[in-house]
């Protein structure tokens, strides 16, 4: 579970908590967990992670920098509660990160499916097959 609070942003729709079941959330202006309608952010600008090692943000890689706690910073960052991340003219506030197992293992799941099928394993023949016939149906 993450919970962001959003406190500052164009976007007058998003003020305020926001809760998300998952371990994994995509921020973006026109795709993603949570939209933001702020001209200075990218589709999927930035990814929060929370897995076993801590939480996580992984910028866009065409992403040149972002503020954490009100400084200018680059690349993927360990957060700790309560920091302060501003993306655009948008600003929210990590509250609370829980790794959920059951997201995680579905996570996990959805990951090695990807890797099966990008590796075109034999496997993979049979779930495209399987996958057409139940878009057929």
């Not at 943000?57 to 680059?74: A, E, M, Q, S, W």
């Not at 509250?95 to 075109?120: M, P, T």
Request: aromatic share 8%.
């Amino acid at each position: 579970m993450i919970n962001l609070e959003f406190v500052s942003s164009p976007d007058q729709e998003i003020i305020g908590p926001r809760s998300y079941h998952k371990n994994m959330i995509y921020l973006g202006h026109k795709s993603g967990d949570i939209l933001i309608q702020d001209p200075d952010i990218f589709d999927n600008h930035l990814i929060i992670e929370v897995n076993e090692h801590g939480i996580f943000l992984h910028p866009h890689p065409h992403i040149d920098h972002f503020h954490l706690n009100g400084k200018r910073t680059y690349g993927v960052i360990a957060l700790k509660l309560g920091d302060q991340i501003t993306i655009g003219k948008t600003c929210f506030i990590l509250r609370q990160a829980e790794k959920s197992e059951i997201f995680y293992r579905k996570e996990l799941l959805n990951k090695g499916l990807e890797r099966v099928i990008q590796d075109k394993d034999p496997i993979s023949e049979v779930l495209s097959f399987l996958e057409e016939r139940i878009k057929s149906n």
